[in-house]
């Protein structure tokens, strides 16, 4: 199947579609913001609501200060998360996404809830495969 390259829209240097097989458009990166482990995370704790920082660490077991800052900058890069700053002492900030976030959110809700109703076939097909593996291979006869 070939895939459509990415046009530019001529003067503006804007792409109209991307192709995420192409090494060089710029949707790739997109891609892995959206599906990286945190970057995907942040996106599904959004779609529930306006949040601060402190409530995404605890939104989001296992994620280190640094990995959160470093995904909801890229995301909001990408134009999928809004940051809002509260001129306030400390400074209160808040995340919320955006239309094309709460888009992307809602695909990435649809495969999640995919892995949570299929997580027992995939376990017990891991499992069959391990015991595959440590399985003593018989001679063969001839």
């Known amino acids: 199947m070939k895939r459509p390259t990415a ?8 792409f109209r579609k991307g192709n995420v097989y192409d090494v060089n458009c710029p949707s790739r990166a997109v ?5 990286s482990r945190w970057g995907s995370l942040v996106l599904l704790v959004l779609l529930e609501g306006t949040q ?3 409530e995404l660490v ?3 077991g296992g994620v280190s200060e640094k990995m959160l800052a470093q995904s909801l900058k ?4 990408d134009g999928l998360v809004a940051r809002r700053v509260y001129p306030t002492v400390p400074p209160k900030v808040e995340y919320s996404l955006t239309k094309m ?3 992307v959110a ?12 299929s997580i027992s076939e995939v376990m017990r ?6 015991a595959n593996k440590s399985a003593k291979p018989q001679p063969m006869q001839a």
């Open 58 to 60: 605890r939104g989001i």
């Open 106 to 117: 809602v695909h990435l809700r649809t495969l999640t809830d995919w892995v949570e109703d």
């Open 7 to 14: 046009k530019l829209i001529s003067g503006r240097q804007k």
């Open 101 to 103: 976030g709460s888009e």
């Open 125 to 130: 097909n891991r499992s069959r495969v391990e």
């Open 31 to 35: 891609l892995e913001h959206v599906t």
């Open 52 to 54: 601060r920082f402190s």
């Open 74 to 77: 890229a995301l909001e890069a």
